[in-house]
């Protein structure tokens, strides 16, 4: 990380590019939280387009100078917690400085890169910096912070062959727009439904057809324009995938449809459970298989997967002694080969990992696998096994608990 001159920094004003205040928290965090994630907001959008990167020094006084304050090492975490939460989406590119020390006070520096794909939103809203202050961004601003997206993922492409009729706009209007947009930026919207798809990257305005991700979200029929887009599972009735089949079942449609059916067979079909009795009177569950561990596993791999280079599903196959998640695509960007999964991910498909943390799939970015292997061990299970070791595909094996065997 390249060191920041911290005088230099500070000998800058309040603009379109820093942002300076005094703490990161009040009394109840919420204040100030609010403030910093919408800060963060406006400079990820970077709406005068100068391409180089924000600052928010947290420590200063609204004229520059030191403030006197000193940060315990909660407070320092608490910016990366609220990235994790998932009200900043797409989720934009942040370092939180290490603190700079001085005898007249602490600073604590965020950094924030330009986006990629804006519009940005904090909590369903589309915040700017102009000037020394944060305003939202009027439909017009919208727009132009879409036109300057520089590196669409696969999921922001057009899909030159598509119409909007081939979308369910109903179900986008009805049941998704709500979730993604605040309340009060929907009653003052008036924007065409076209333009509400571009806005949240469902379609491209400048080839007028959907995008990749809108197929996927709301197609009426999305195998017809990405065709491995469907997740098959197998079950096997031995200890591997050489034993006889014993039932087979195939899952597709748009992903409105598809997660919760997806999810309901996680919870009526794959999972087990059965008391346990502790200490006292007090009784728990042990699973077969962790109920959320699964269901984050597959989220995972619908999210992750690559849709691009690859026809093939997302393959589940269930043996008698595990259960193994197979997914197109290998690791993709900081996620390689050697880094620790637990603490190192990336976006394949920016949009898709949008949709799925504004449907609720997605709980926090970037804890997914540390949380399943915390919860398989708490089951009293060994931790699930990750391949990263052929190319193009990424698996995962959970052992079944013993007691299931």
């Given at each position: 990380?390249?060191?920041?001159?911290?005088?230099?920094?500070?000998?800058?004003?309040?603009?379109?590019?820093?942002?300076?205040?005094?703490?990161?928290?009040?009394?109840?965090?919420?204040?100030?939280?609010?403030?910093?994630?919408?800060?963060?907001?406006?400079?990820?959008n970077?709406?005068?387009?100068?391409?180089?990167?924000?600052?928010?020094?947290?420590?200063?006084?609204?004229?520059?100078?030191?403030?006197?304050k000193?940060?315990?090492?909660?407070?320092?975490?608490?910016?990366?917690?609220w990235l994790?939460?998932?009200?900043?989406?797409?989720?934009?590119?942040?370092?939180?400085?290490?603190?700079?020390?001085?005898?007249?006070g602490?600073?604590?520096?965020?950094e924030?890169?330009?986006?990629?794909?804006?519009?940005?939103?904090?909590?369903?809203?589309?915040?700017?910096?102009?000037?020394?202050?944060?305003?939202?961004a009027?439909?017009?601003?919208?727009?132009?912070?879409?036109?300057?997206?520089?590196?669409?993922?696969?999921?922001?492409l057009?899909?030159?062959?598509?119409?909007?009729s081939?979308?369910?706009?109903?179900?986008?209007?009805?049941?998704?727009?709500?979730?993604?947009?605040?309340?009060?930026?929907?009653?003052?919207?008036?924007?065409?439904?076209k333009?509400q798809l571009?806005?949240?990257?469902?379609?491209?305005?400048?080839?007028?057809?959907?995008t990749?991700?809108?197929?996927?979200?709301?197609?009426?029929?999305?195998?017809?324009?990405?065709?491995?887009?469907?997740?098959?599972?197998?079950?096997?009735s031995?200890?591997?995938?050489?034993?006889?089949?014993?039932?087979?079942?195939?899952?597709?449609?748009?992903?409105?449809?598809?997660?919760?059916?997806?999810?309901?067979?996680?919870?009526?079909?794959?999972?087990?459970?059965?008391?346990?009795?502790?200490?006292?009177?007090?009784?728990?569950?042990?699973?077969?298989?962790?109920?959320?561990?699964?269901?984050?596993?597959?989220?995972?791999?619908?999210?992750?997967?690559?849709?691009?280079?690859?026809?093939?599903?997302?393959?589940?196959?269930e043996?008698?002694?595990?259960?193994?998640?197979?997914?197109?695509?290998?690791?993709?960007?900081?996620a390689?080969?050697?880094?620790?999964?637990?603490?190192?991910?990336?976006?394949?498909?920016?949009?898709?990992?949008?949709?799925?943390?504004?449907?609720?799939?997605?709980?926090?970015?970037?804890?997914?696998?540390?949380?399943?292997?915390?919860?398989?061990?708490k089951?009293?299970?060994?931790?699930?096994?990750?391949d990263?070791?052929?190319?193009?595909r990424?698996?995962?094996?959970?052992?079944?608990?013993?007691?299931y065997?």
């Open positions: 990380m390249p060191t920041l001159d911290i005088d230099k920094l500070l000998c800058q004003p309040e603009d379109n590019r820093h942002e300076w205040t005094t703490w990161i928290d009040d009394i109840n965090g919420r204040d100030q939280k609010d403030k910093i994630c919408q800060a963060i907001c406006a400079l990820s970077d709406f005068p387009n100068y391409q180089e990167s924000g600052y928010i020094c947290v420590g200063v006084t609204d004229d520059g100078r030191r403030a006197g000193h940060f315990t090492d909660k407070q320092v975490k608490l910016p990366s917690d994790a939460e998932g009200k900043l989406l797409p989720r934009p590119n942040v370092i939180v400085h290490p603190l700079f020390n001085h005898q007249d602490q600073i604590l520096v965020i924030v890169k330009p986006s990629e794909y804006p519009p940005v939103r904090y909590d369903g809203r589309c915040w700017l910096r102009l000037g020394p202050s944060k305003t939202l009027t439909p017009d601003q919208e727009m132009q912070l879409a036109e300057k997206r520089r590196a669409p993922s696969f999921d922001a057009p899909v030159t062959m598509a119409q909007i081939d979308l369910n706009v109903a179900v986008f209007s009805s049941d998704y727009l709500p979730l993604a947009i605040s309340e009060d930026t929907m009653r003052q919207n008036g924007r065409t439904v333009a571009s806005a949240l990257r469902f379609y491209d305005p400048i080839k007028d057809v959907p990749k991700a809108g197929i996927l979200t709301f197609g009426l029929n999305p195998l017809y324009d990405i065709p491995g887009a469907y997740i098959q599972y197998v079950r096997f031995g200890v591997n995938k050489n034993t006889e089949v014993v039932s087979e079942k195939s899952f597709s449609g748009n992903f409105m449809s598809l997660l919760p059916v997806l999810a309901s067979f996680v919870e009526t079909n794959l999972v087990k459970a059965r008391p346990i009795r502790g200490s006292g009177f007090q009784e728990s569950m042990q699973y077969n298989y962790p109920p959320w561990v699964l269901r984050e596993l597959l989220m995972n791999a619908v999210m992750h997967r690559d849709y691009a280079s690859s026809n093939a599903p997302i393959y589940v196959y043996c008698t002694h595990s259960l193994e998640i197979t997914n197109p695509g290998g690791l993709f960007g900081v390689k080969m050697g880094n620790n999964l637990s603490v190192q991910s990336d976006y394949r498909n920016v949009v898709l990992a949008e949709v799925l943390k504004v449907l609720g799939y997605v709980n926090r970015f970037g804890y997914g696998i540390a949380r399943v292997q915390e919860l398989l061990q089951n009293g299970q060994t931790l699930a096994q990750f990263t070791s052929t190319p193009n990424f698996s995962v094996t959970i052992p079944i608990h013993p007691s065997l």
